[in-house]
């Protein structure tokens, strides 16, 4: 799945494409995958806008457009591709966006998870899907105090809380177990018993490593030629995550793997007690 980091380099090249460019068709191949409004009007409504901009909340890509944002979430495969109409349509594209110069933007998605809402322009942040999101990892609004309002009452182990999208926005389950190890917190630990220390510790090392895997995609993607291809996770970035066996880069413990709230987890014994 992808998460923030590679969702923000999606972002970032589609914006390179997308920004002035009008919509002159839509095709809705597979229904299921517009979640809001009919295909009638999901249709309707984005023909003849123009793409103004490009955004991104949590792990969902916000296509700002004269007077809707149209808001698309990814979720295992989905992809962006750009094709010109006489490309043949592949079995698992699915939402086609015709753009002016004869370009078509495709949604593909082999899964058929992917989601897309077309919602107002003013409405964006008080609607489904994007007010249930808790705060962005850069926000001024997120502090220890924060944080710790959120936190009092949750005897969920803390792994599982930072992957609650309501409280902060874009941590997936790759980067929580390494926002964790390099907090020195074993994931199991309650986050109602987290100290102030332990709190400043997860909201700065979760800007972080969202940054440095930003970063990383932002290098990864040079190398496509297109936005094709852009799920690149930067593994060789990573500390714990995937690294079940291999020895801990700060003390050389073995790494271990185990399950919190049913998600495979990494951490050193010896670093997270
Ligand atoms: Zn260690």
Redesign the pocket.
């Known amino acids: 799945m992808p998460e923030l980091p590679e969702v923000e380099t999606v972002k970032e090249t589609l914006k390179q494409k997308l920004v002035g460019k009008k919509i002159t068709d839509v095709q809705v191949l597979y229904p299921s995958i517009v979640a809001s409004p009919t295909i009638l009007e999901f249709q309707k409504r984005m023909i003849g806008q123009t793409i103004r901009d490009m955004k991104r909340r949590g792990k969902w890509l916000i296509f700002i457009l004269d007077e809707d944002a149209l808001i698309s979430h990814l979720r295992m495969e989905g992809k962006y591709f750009f094709r010109t109409k006489e490309d043949v349509i592949t079995k698992h594209e699915h939402v086609i966006f015709t753009l002016d110069h004869n370009v078509e933007l495709r949604y593909q998605d082999t899964r058929k998870f992917g989601r897309m809402y077309l919602v107002k322009k003013e409405d964006l942040d008080t609607t489904k899907p994007l007010i249930d999101l808790g705060l962005e990892p850069w926000d001024h609004a997120l502090t220890v105090s924060y944080l710790k309002t959120c936190y009092q009452k949750k005897s969920l182990p803390i792994k599982s809380v930072l992957l609650d999208q309501s409280i902060i926005t874009g941590i997936g389950n790759i980067y929580a177990d390494e926002i964790l190890y390099l907090c020195k917190l074993n994931p199991m630990k309650k986050a109602k018993d987290l100290t102030e220390h332990d709190l400043k510790q997860i909201i700065h090392y979760t800007k972080e490593v969202l940054e440095l895997a930003i970063k990383a995609g932002g290098t990864t993607i040079r190398s496509y030629t297109s936005s094709e291809g852009v799920t690149g996770r930067f593994q060789h970035e990573l500390y714990v995550h995937g690294k079940v066996g291999e020895m ?1 880069k ?4 073995t790494i271990l793997k185990t399950k919190v709230g049913g998600r495979g987890t990494y951490y ?1 014994p ?3 007690k």
């Open positions: 801990c700060c003390c050389h413990t050193c010896t670093c997270q």
